[in-house]
Each structure stands twice: as structure tokens, then as C-alpha cells.
């Protein structure tokens, strides 16, 4: 936005986008202006006067957020069924599209992890290259990997037969031949990991201020609404014995229909701009 302390030059720039601007809204030609920003309350004034039609994008919902787990895990081995992308999803409430990659990608480490901790590793029956079954070492995720495992209770390092009963080998990532390695395949356990230790980063406030910021938005019926839908009580989404107190409980239900609202209504002007678009 334009300010007292900016330099001459800058603000030059700024008035010339802005003539610019106002010679494409003009024009008949069919072309079509798009603009995103996560902070609309630091556009000056005449950049928001040009943009007619406003889409509040939220942050995605639990369908989307599964669909994106799938797109962002892509073709990496893994054990996931389609019901544990429901049930992460849903554990992911309030995480933002950036959020769910940098979850993804630690998650497709854990497997690396477990191969670096793993103290012994357990030998399985793989089909090779040419399809003839190979023996390969798989990690173990627990130590010892059965109640019949020799274990070393020495600070010295010692060497421990195999298992007589599972066949786990004493052994770390260093010891064992890569050619013999075998990662394992990203579960389900390894997202919920992840999962418990990621923190969503758009805090309340600011969907609050976004909410805030729409409503200045919107025309007096819809004002009126928004104002509505914001005493409903969500009882059947929210429980309230994860809140202390009722105000609480309360507060965290308006702001949930506040939400809900908002992607009404902006599915309604994404459905508008895109007529007047094709219409142009």
C-alpha cells in the first residue's frame, strides 16, 4: 500500500500499475484479472477498488485435505488404505495446503529414520530384478524384536548370535550391505507420528481477521446473515468437553459457522466470476 515514507520512484510505480489497472477493467477483450494474497487488509484502497469480484479461499476441508495426502504421497511405496487418508485427514483440521507438504515429506522420511535407529534387522524373502526371490534385511522397529532375542547388556560391543526365533540380526544401517537393504514401505503409524508433532501455522486470529475482513464485504442481507449463522451452535461437529468453560465453547462454535458461511459464499462468487468471465 501507498504511504508517507515511501520514496518517489516506488510510488510512481504504484500510480502507473494502478492506471494500468484501470485501462484493463475497460476493455472488452475477454481478458481475465487474477490476484491472490494471504493479508487483503494491507492492499491500499484503489488496488481493492479494482478488483470487483472478491473469493474468499479457505483453508481446505477434510476431503480435500485426504485428496491432498494422495497427491502429495504420489507413488511412493506405501501401506495406506483409503480409509487411513479419511482418518488422517481428520486429524489434520486447520492445516493449510503448505502445512499437509511439509507433513508429507517428513512422513516419507520416517521409513529412513527407522532404518538409522534400528539396532537389529530381520532377514524376509524379496523378489529380485529378474524375478527370482532374494533374501533382503528389513529394519526392526523395536527392541529387542522378540522376547527371545540375546541382548547386549554390556557397554562393550559385542557379538550376539542371530534370533533362534524371529532370525533378527544384531546389526545397524552401516553393517548391512546395500545392496541387501530393504526400506520399508511408508505406514500409516509413520503419518500419525508425524502428525502428533506438526503444528498447523495460520492461527485463529487470523481466520478471525479474514472473516472480519469479508464481512466489511458483504452487502446488508448478507451482513445480516453472516451475523446469523454466527449464533448457530455447531453441537454435532464440536465436542465440548475438549473446552473449559461455555464462553469458550461458544466462541469456538461462532467462528466454525462464521467458516462455514464464508465457503458458501465464496463457492457462490467463484460460480459468478466464472460466468462473467465465459459471458465476456
Not at 26 to 31: E, Y
Not at 222 to 235: D, E, K
Not at 250 to 271: D, H, M, S, V, W
Request: charged share 25%; net charge negative; hydrophobic share 40%.
Amino acid at each position: 500500500s501507498r504511504s508517507e515514507g515511501e520514496s518517489d520512484a516506488t510510488r510512481r510505480i504504484k500510480t502507473e500499475f494502478l492506471v494500468q489497472m484501470q485501462g484493463v477493467s475497460t476493455r472488452k477483450d475477454g481478458l481475465l484479472v487474477l490476484g491472490a494474497t494471504n493479508i487483503p487488509w494491507e492492499l491500499d484502497p484503489a488496488i481493492r477498488r479494482r478488483f470487483e469480484k472478491r473469493i474468499y479461499i479457505p483453508l481446505p476441508e477434510a476431503a480435500a485435505r485426504a485428496t491432498m495426502l494422495r497427491l502429495h504421497l504420489g507413488d511412493t511405496p506405501h501401506t495406506l488404505l483409503p480409509g487411513d487418508f479419511d482418518h488422517l485427514a481428520t486429524q489434520c483440521d486447520g492445516f493449510s495446503g503448505s502445512d499437509l507438504s511439509v507433513m508429507v515429506r517428513e512422513a516419507l522420511m520416517e521409513p529412513l529414520r527407522t532404518c538409522q535407529s534400528a539396532k537389529q534387522f530381520r532377514p524376509v524373502e524379496c523378489p529380485g530384478p529378474d524375478g527370482a526371490a532374494q533374501t533382503m534385511l528389513v529394519p526392526c522397529t523395536a527392541y529387542p524384536s522378540c522376547a527371545y532375542c540375546p541382548i547386549n547388556v554390556s557397554t562393550k560391543t559385542i557379538d550376539l548370535a542371530d534370533c533362534l526365533k524371529c532370525g533378527a540380526k544384531r546389526m545397524t544401517l552401516y553393517d548391512v550391505p546395500s545392496e541387501q537393504l530393504k526400506v520399508p514401505d511408508v505406514s500409516v503409524e509413520d503419518f500419525e507420528h508425524i502428525v502428533n508433532k506438526s503444528r498447523k501455522t495460520v492461527a485463529e486470529e487470523e481466520l478471525d481477521q479474514f472473516v472480519e475482513e469479508i464481512e466489511e464485504e458483504l452487502p446488508g442481507s448478507a451482513f445480516r446473515a453472516a451475523r446469523l449463522l454466527r449464533g448457530v451452535a455447531v453441537f454435532a461437529t464440536i465436542d465440548g468437553g475438549d473446552f473449559p468453560n461455555k464462553k469458550a465453547l461458544r466462541a469456538t462454535q461462532e467462528r466454525f459457522a462464521a467458516r462455514l458461511l464464508l465457503r458458501r459464499l465464496g463457492a457462490r462468487l467463484l460460480e459468478l466470476a466464472l460466468g462473467f468471465s465465459n459471458e465476456g
